[in-house]
């Protein structure tokens, strides 16, 4: 089955400054990596998604890259805010098929210091 | 259009007790997933249900079950409860047709076994 390992699994960062969260996956046939966001007490939420036809996708401050070949993929913020401060989780799927199996990364806990 | 419910929000229980979760997912939505949240293993897969059929399974032992009702309302139950099942359950529901992906999360449950 899917695979995904994320790191790191804590990130600290000044406000102001960019953040970057790695992912790597096993499965070649996967073809739909979403990032979620949970913040302390709350639901994960989509912040940005990424198909594999797709190297780069962007959203306002945050961003998220694929490389195919390698089986890794990557979420960018610049310019954090505390606001960002949360659990973001990386995830790997196979759609479609009116089904999905969705493996997510363990997690990175990221700090942003004012 | 209201949210992913579920219900309850907080359980306690006995080991070797059972329990039933309940998920109501977003209405028009054939998908519903169950994932299992921990603190040192973030969000693994428990099972998938589309239009009444599980479609995939996770790593979890036959403790652990679920189904799914025409309306999609999914339960999941898990049986002879041991300590180390304490974790937030989270269902989430995506509209499960082809090309679809996003997955909407709900609250979760808050177990805890004693």
């Known amino acids: 089955g899917e695979n995904v390992e994320q790191h790191p699994s804590t990130l600290s960062v000044q406000e102001g400054d960019s953040a970057v969260i790695k992912c790597t996956y096993s499965?070649?046939?996967?073809?739909?990596f979403p990032w979620y966001k949970q913040e302390l007490g709350k639901r994960p939420q989509l912040i940005i998604d990424?198909?594999?036809?797709?190297g780069e996708k962007k959203d306002q401050r945050i961003a998220v890259t694929l490389n195919k070949t390698a089986k890794h993929f990557s979420l960018h913020i610049t310019e954090t805010q505390p606001e960002d401060s949360a659990v973001y989780f990386c995830?790997?799927?196979?759609?479609?098929?009116?089904?999905?199996?969705?493996?997510f990364g363990i997690g990175t806990k990221l700090q942003v210091i004012p | 259009k209201a949210g992913v419910t579920q219900t309850p929000r907080y359980l306690i229980k006995t080991r070797g007790q059972q329990v039933t979760l309940s998920c109501s997912p977003i209405?028009?939505?054939?998908?519903v997933s169950w994932y299992q949240q921990t603190p040192g293993q973030g969000l693994q897969f428990l099972f998938e249900?589309?239009?009444?059929?599980?479609?995939n399974k996770g790593n979890f032992p036959g403790r652990f079950s679920g189904r799914q009702f025409s309306n999609s309302r999914s339960e999941m139950n898990v049986s002879t409860l041991e300590l180390g099942d304490s974790a937030l359950y989270l269902c989430?529901?995506?509209?499960?047709?082809?090309?679809?992906?996003?997955?909407?999360f709900g609250q979760g449950t808050r177990l805890t076994v004693v």
């Open positions: 989430a529901s995506s509209p499960g047709g082809g090309g679809s992906t996003e997955a909407f």
């Open positions: 499965d070649s046939a996967s073809n739909y």
């Open positions: 990424i198909r594999s036809n797709v």
């Open positions: 995830a790997a799927s196979r759609v479609p098929g009116g089904y999905q199996k969705v493996t």
């Open positions: 209405s028009g939505h054939r998908s």
């Open positions: 249900y589309f239009s009444e059929t599980q479609r």
